[in-house]
Nanobody, 125 residues
Framework: QVQPVESGGGLVQAGGSLRLSCVIS????????MGWFRQAPGMEREFVAS????????LYGDSVKGRFTISSDNAKNTLYLQMNTLTPEDTAVYYC??????????????????WGQGTQVTVSA
């Protein structure tokens, strides 16, 4: 069964950096659109970043543009989210999701079929 598994979350001070990783257990992401979303307590799920199935086109949410970078290493079957210049507003559970085969990335969570359990990111002021 396909299951994204996130890691790399933790506690960091404002201005710091973290790198999240996502491995697809039971499958691969190399032919699939992939995305990162986040959800803070009491808030709706928010789009963070996505890449198309080639990895050549990326999209970012307005609140993270210029600070976060989505990338991947096909040889390691791992998707990354590099997060820089973190602020307390970035505190949330971050989710990795696999979309459709041979598809472009999207901010629409309905276009993603498999979701990880999430990893907590906490940014202190």
């Amino acid at each position: 069964q396909v299951q994204p598994v996130e890691s790399g979350g933790g506690l960091v001070q404002a201005g710091g950096s973290l790198r999240l990783s996502c491995v697809i257990s039971g499958g691969t992401f190399s032919r699939y659109a992939m995305g990162w979303f986040r959800q803070a307590p009491g808030m709706e799920r928010e789009f963070v970043a996505s890449r198309d199935w080639t990895g050549g086109t990326t999209l970012y949410g307005d609140s993270v543009k210029g600070r976060f970078t989505i990338s991947s290493d096909n040889a390691k079957n791992t998707l990354y989210l590099q997060m820089n210049t973190l602020t307390p507003e970035d505190t949330a559970v971050y989710y990795c999701a696999r979309g459709r085969a041979y598809s472009s990335g999207s901010s629409d969570p309905g276009l993603y079929d498999y979701w990880g359990q999430g990893t907590q990111v906490t940014v202190s002021a």
